[in-house]
C-alpha cells in the first residue's frame, strides 16, 4: 500500500473508526489543545478553528495502533519496519509540480494565515509543533528532516528550536561559521512515512530516504520556488525561507515529559514563501501528549532492538509510557546465562544514551503491562546484588532529578534491574487453579 499523502492517512483513521470530527469551531488560544489532551492516545481529531477557514487535525499518531494502521502492519511490526527502513532507504523521486504549489503566497502574514495554537498556559506564545525542517547540508548537500517546535514571533518570524548536536543545528553551525543563512523548508501536515521519518536518526541516511524505506516506495517530492530545497509534492502547507544569524527568546514551552523546557536564545526562521493546497489542513501535535512520546520513541525502540539483540535472545521491548516514551525501557529476554540481563541494558544504554532506568525481566513477564514489571522487579530482583546504579555517565537533559538545592547539579546516573528468575524457579511459578 502507498499512502502518498496526510488525506490518506487521515481517511484510514476515520475508517478503522480512530477519528473524532468535532462540530463546533474551537479557539487557537486553548481550547484546541484541550481536546488534544482529551483525545491523548484515543482519537486523531478534526476541527474547524475560529476565524480561519482552515481545518485543523491533530493526534494523528497517538497510538502504535494508529501508525500501525496506516503502514497496514501489526503494530508489534512496528519496530521491525523501522529497522528495516533503516536498512533499505529509498532514495526520493523528485517531480516538477504537486498539490502542496497549489497556492503561493510571498505576503505572508503568519497570524492570519495559520491557525498557529497556543497550548499551555505558561508558554511564551503560539507554538508550530508539527513542524519538520527540511535542510540540506552546507558541505555534503545531503538533505535532513528533522521535527522542531517554532514560536511565532512575528508576521514572517518563528524561533525554531535546534537542539545542540543534532543535524539542523550542525548544519546551522557550519553555515553560520560562513556568515550565511541556512536555506530551509519547514512542512506542515506531511505523509506518514515522512512524519515517522523525521524522527528518527541514523548518521548520514537522509530521512527523506528513510521515509521511502518504511514505505517500500519513493517519498514524492517538488522542488520549492524559492530556495533549492525539495519538499513533499503532497506535503499540507510548505514555509519556504531561511535559518538567519539572528536569534530570539524561545520558550519557556512544554517538552516530551510534560513539563516546561527554559527559555533560550534560538535561530529566527524567516518565510520568504508560504505554499500549500487549496484546501490544506493545519496539523496540530501536542507537545507532552502520546504523539510526541510515541513518534521520539518508537525509533528509538528499534535502535535499541536493533543492538540488544547481538548480546541476547530478546523476546519484547517497551519504552514506558511512565518514562514518557523517552527514559525507562523495559526488555524481556530469554535467558541463557547469568551475565546476560547486565550485558543487554549495557547494549541498549549505547544505543540510547537518555536512558535513565533499564529492567530486564523473563520472556514470561509482558513488557507493556506495567503493574506485571513491578510485582517481578519486587518479587525477582534483590535489592542488594540486582540494582546497578551507574554513576558520571552520559544522560537525558530532561531528567531534572539531580537538581538541588545552592546551584548543585549532580552528574547524571542511570539505574539498571534485573528482574529475572537467577535459580529454583519452582518459588516464582503462579497458583493455578485446574
Ligand atoms: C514531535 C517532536 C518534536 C520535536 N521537537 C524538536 C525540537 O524542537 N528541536 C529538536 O532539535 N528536535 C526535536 N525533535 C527531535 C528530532 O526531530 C529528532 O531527534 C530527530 O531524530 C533529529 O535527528 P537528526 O539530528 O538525525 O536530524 C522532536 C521530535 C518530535 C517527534
Redesign the pocket.
Known amino acids: 500500500m502507498v499512502l502518498k499523502d496526510l488525506r490518506g492517512y487521515i481517511r484510514i483513521l476515520e475508517d478503522a473508526g480512530f477519528l473524532k470530527r468535532l462540530s463546533k469551531p474551537l479557539s487557537t488560544k486553548y481550547e484546541v489543545s484541550s481536546v488534544l489532551k482529551k483525545y491523548n492516545g484515543k482519537k486523531a481529531v478534526f476541527a474547524s478553528v475560529k476565524g480561519f477557514e482552515m481545518n485543523v487535525v491533530g493526534n494523528l499518531c497517538c497510538s502504535k495502533e494508529f501508525i500501525a494502521k496506516g503502514l497496514d502492519i501489526e503494530p508489534n511490526q512496528l519496530i521491525h519496519q523501522f529497522i528495516h527502513a533503516s536498512q533499505f532507504p529509498i532514495e526520493p523521486k523528485v517531480f516538477n509540480n504537486g498539490p502542496s504549489q497549489e497556492v503561493e503566497n510571498e505576503n505572508v502574514d503568519l497570524n492570519r494565515e495559520l491557525p498557529i495554537l497556543t497550548h499551555y498556559e505558561h508558554d511564551r506564545g503560539p507554538y508550530i509543533?508539527?513542524s519538520?525542517i527540511i535542510a540540506k547540508d552546507p558541505e555534503t548537500h545531503r538533505a535532513?528532516?528533522?521535527?522542531?517546535?517554532?514560536l511565532l514571533t512575528g508576521k514572517k518570524r518563528l524561533a525554531?528550536?535546534?537542539?545542540e548536536?543534532?543535524?539542523?543545528?550542525?548544519f546551522y553551525q557550519k553555515s553560520k561559521s560562513i556568515k550565511k543563512p541556512l536555506e530551509a523548508a519547514v512542512i506542515i501536515g506531511a505523509p506518514l512515512e515522512l512524519l515517522l521519518a523525521?524522527?528518527?536518526?541514523?548518521?548520514d541516511i537522509s530521512?527523506l530516504t528513510l521515509a521511502g524505506g518504511l514505505m517500500k516506495n519513493p517519498l514524492e517530492l517538488v522542488k520549492c520556488k524559492t530556495i533549492n530545497i525539495e519538499v513533499p509534492r503532497r506535503a499540507e502547507i510548505v514555509l519556504e525561507g531561511h535559518l538567519l544569524l539572528e536569534k530570539e527568546k524561545e520558550g519557556p514551552f512544554v517538552?516530551?515529559t510534560g513539563s516546561y523546557d527554559v527559555v533560550r536564545e534560538q535561530p529566527i526562521f524567516e518565510v520568504e514563501m508560504l505554499t500549500r493546497q487549496e484546501d490544506a489542513l493545519y496539523q496540530a501535535?501536542l507537545?507532552g501528549g502520546l504523539?510526541?512520546q510515541l513518534?521520539?520513541g518508537t525509533?528509538k525502540e528499534a535502535q535499541i532492538y536493533d543492538k540488544v539483540k547481538n548480546v541476547s535472545a530478546v523476546k519484547e521491548l517497551s519504552l514506558t509510557q511512565a518514562g514518557s516514551n523517552w527514559l525507562d525501557v523495559v526488555i524481556s529476554i530469554k535467558k541463557r546465562h547469568q551475565q546476560e540481563p547486565y550485558l543487554t541494558a549495557l547494549a541498549a544504554i549505547a544505543a540510547h544514551y537518555s536512558l535513565k532506568r533499564v529492567v530486564i525481566v523473563d520472556e514470561d513477564i509482558d513488557v507493556n503491562n506495567l503493574l506485571m514489571v513491578e510485582k517481578a522487579i519486587l518479587e525477582r530482583a534483590h535489592p542488594v546484588e540486582d540494582f546497578f546504579v551507574l554513576k558520571n555517565i552520559k544522560g537525558s537533559t530532561l531528567d531534572k532529578s539531580g537538581i538541588r538545592s545552592d546551584n548543585i547539579v549532580l552528574p547524571p546516573a542511570k539505574i539498571v534491574i534485573d528482574a529475572t528468575i537467577k535459580d529454583q524457579r519452582e518459588f516464582f511459578e503462579r497458583g493455578k487453579i485446574p
Open positions: 509543533t508539527s519538520i535532513n528532516a528533522s521535527y522542531h517546535r517554532m525554531a528550536r535546534l537542539v548536536g543534532r543535524n539542523l543545528h550542525a523525521a524522527a528518527m536518526s541514523y548518521g530521512e517538552d516530551i501535535l507537545s504523539e510526541h513518534l521520539m525509533p
